[in-house]
């Protein structure tokens, strides 16, 4: 089993999940990794630090077998429908394309 955080972006609705537990990333390193994204979504600098402080805020920790944990976005910011994650890995159960995940852990940190 391996963990991993995964990010949602609110606007377009992409994730993007980085290897390793939601405590081994600083609140400043998730930020960075929000704040590149955002920089897409032509902000200005106040919508840019609301939306990074949800992004933040609502990183989920994963747990994934071994085998499933290459599946997962981890090299860019990819559109929910292009990926995929584990049922439940986001906020509120929200469903994404997957196979049978009885054995996923999930933690909204």
């Known amino acids: ?5 995964v990010l949602r972006c609110p606007i377009c609705d992409a994730v993007r999940a980085l290897g ?3 405590n081994e ?3 400043q ?3 960075s990794q929000a704040e590149t994204h955002l920089r897409g979504h032509d902000l200005d600098e ?3 630090a609301i939306r990074k402080y949800g992004i933040v805020s609502d990183a989920t920790e994963i747990v994934v ?3 499933s944990h290459r599946r997962l ?3 860019e910011w990819t559109g929910r429908d292009d990926t995929w ?3 439940g890995a986001l906020s509120g159960g929200e469903r994404s394309q997957s196979a049978s995940t009885s054995s996923v852990e999930v933690s909204s940190l």
């Open 1 to 5: 089993m391996k963990p991993a955080v």
């Open 20 to 22: 390793g537990r939601r």
């Open 25 to 27: 990333y600083s609140k």
């Open 29 to 31: 390193k998730l930020s």
């Open 46 to 48: 106040p919508k840019v």
């Open 65 to 67: 077998p071994s085998e």
């Open 73 to 75: 976005p981890t090299k």
């Open 85 to 87: 994650l584990p049922d």
